[in-house]
């Protein structure tokens, strides 16, 4: 496939991505079989291409909902400080929590949902990211169910953008350091 002029090589491609979303899934089905109240809350806006291929292949009852943050500053250098800027529609209270997120890099943005949500008494709060950034993390905050592991590079694509540019190129690509000024 021909790469946009700005992406340097492709990380992970179409085929595995929808593998391991498939076995996500699968997990999840096992995970939460039984539970009546299960909420898939997907966070803007890195995670809607993510979500909507999940979400598909689930086959416990669910509903979905969304939030929205900002992080102050850059979001690849923030100092940690989140904030809500659009909540979830659906209360989360006795709710199964599944927050589904694009990337982990430094922690904050998940650090700060989960503790959000867990003040609102649900009967359970848990994440699912696509992908991690280990060298990167600061927060200490756990992932339930992840994608891939991936090395401290910027990544499009799948919904991860650069300027709000390249989140639907349908595999996760390695953006070219001459792109964001290094
Ligand atoms: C990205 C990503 C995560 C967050 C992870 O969002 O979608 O939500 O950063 O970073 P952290 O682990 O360092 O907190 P971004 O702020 O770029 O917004 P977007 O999803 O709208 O692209």
Same mark, same amino acid.
């Given at each position: 496939?021909?790469?946009?002029?700005?992406?340097?090589?492709?990380?992970?491609?179409?085929?595995?991505?929808?593998?391991?979303?498939?076995? !996500?899934?699968?997990?999840?089905?096992?995970?939460y079989?039984?539970s009546e109240n299960l909420i898939v809350v997907g966070?803007?806006?890195?995670?809607?291409?993510?979500a909507?291929? !999940?979400t598909?292949?689930l086959?416990v009852p669910h509903q979905v909902d969304f939030v929205?943050?900002?992080?102050?500053?850059?979001?690849?250098?923030?100092?940690?400080?989140?904030?809500?800027?659009?909540?979830t529609r659906l209360p989360l209270t006795g709710r199964d929590v599944l927050i589904v997120?694009?990337?982990?890099?430094?922690?904050?943005?998940?650090?700060?949902?989960?503790?959000?949500f867990?003040?609102r008494?649900p009967k359970s709060v848990r994440?699912c990211?696509?992908?991690?950034?280990?060298?990167?993390?600061?927060?200490?905050?756990?992932?339930?169910?992840?994608?891939?592991?991936?090395?401290?590079?910027?990544?499009?694509?799948?919904?991860?953008?650069?300027?709000?540019?390249?989140?639907?190129?349908?595999?996760?690509?390695?953006?070219?350091?001459?792109?964001?000024?290094?």
């Amino acid at each position: 496939m021909l790469l946009p002029d700005d992406v340097e090589l492709t990380l992970i491609d179409s085929t595995a991505i929808a593998a391991r979303v498939a076995e !996500l899934a699968a997990t999840l089905n096992d995970d939460y079989e039984g539970s009546e109240n299960l909420i898939v809350v997907g966070v803007l806006k890195g995670s809607f291409i993510f979500a909507a291929d !999940l979400t598909r292949l689930l086959t416990v009852p669910h509903q979905v909902d969304f939030v929205a943050l900002s992080s102050y500053g850059d979001s690849a250098e923030h100092s940690g400080l989140v904030r809500l800027i659009m909540d979830t529609r659906l209360p989360l209270t006795g709710r199964d929590v599944l927050i589904v997120e694009d990337i982990l890099d430094t922690g904050h943005t998940l650090d700060y949902l989960k503790r959000n949500f867990l003040s609102r008494g649900p009967k359970s709060v848990r994440s699912c990211v696509l992908l991690h950034k280990p060298s990167r993390q600061e927060a200490h905050v756990s992932i339930e169910y992840l994608g891939f592991e991936i090395p401290d590079v910027w990544v499009v694509g799948y919904g991860l953008d650069y300027a709000d540019r390249y989140r639907t190129l349908p595999y996760i690509g390695v953006l070219k350091p001459s792109a964001y000024g290094r």
